[in-house]
Nanobody, 123 residues
């Protein structure tokens, strides 16, 4: 059974950092495309960062230079390091996994989703 469990969300001030974690079970993340998505109230879900089985990463323009996606194969865990957070980064953040190698930041390509972790950023 595939399961994704996110953690690490919280409430921070603008300019601060957070690291989100996503522990996977039922499969090995290094063989899947993995990604972080977010959804803010009243907005559509958007892709933030992704990593392919080859290790190639992709970032949304809003995340470039501030966020870093990484994975620990030994812990079977996906991370999202978020620096210089802005109020517009506030959202529910979701971890997702896909069996399709070219899923990138297209949410319709992802088969499995976590329950989300909330990030709040105050100005």
């Amino acid at each position: 059974q595939v399961l994704l469990v996110e953690s690490g969300g919280g409430s921070v001030h603008a300019g601060e950092s957070l690291t989100l974690s996503c522990v996977a079970s039922g499969f090995q993340i290094i063989y899947y495309s993995m990604a972080w998505f977010r959804r803010a109230p009243g907005k559509e879900r958007e892709g933030v960062a992704s990593v392919r089985d080859s290790g190639i990463t992709m970032y949304a323009e809003s995340a470039k230079g501030r966020f870093t996606i990484s994975q620990d194969s030994a812990r079977n865990t996906l991370y999202l390091q978020m620096n210089s957070l802005r109020p517009e980064d506030a959202a529910m953040y979701y971890c997702a996994a896909s069996t399709y190698a070219y899923s990138y930041l297209y949410d319709t390509n992802y088969n499995y989703w976590g329950q989300g972790t909330q990030v709040t950023v105050s100005s």
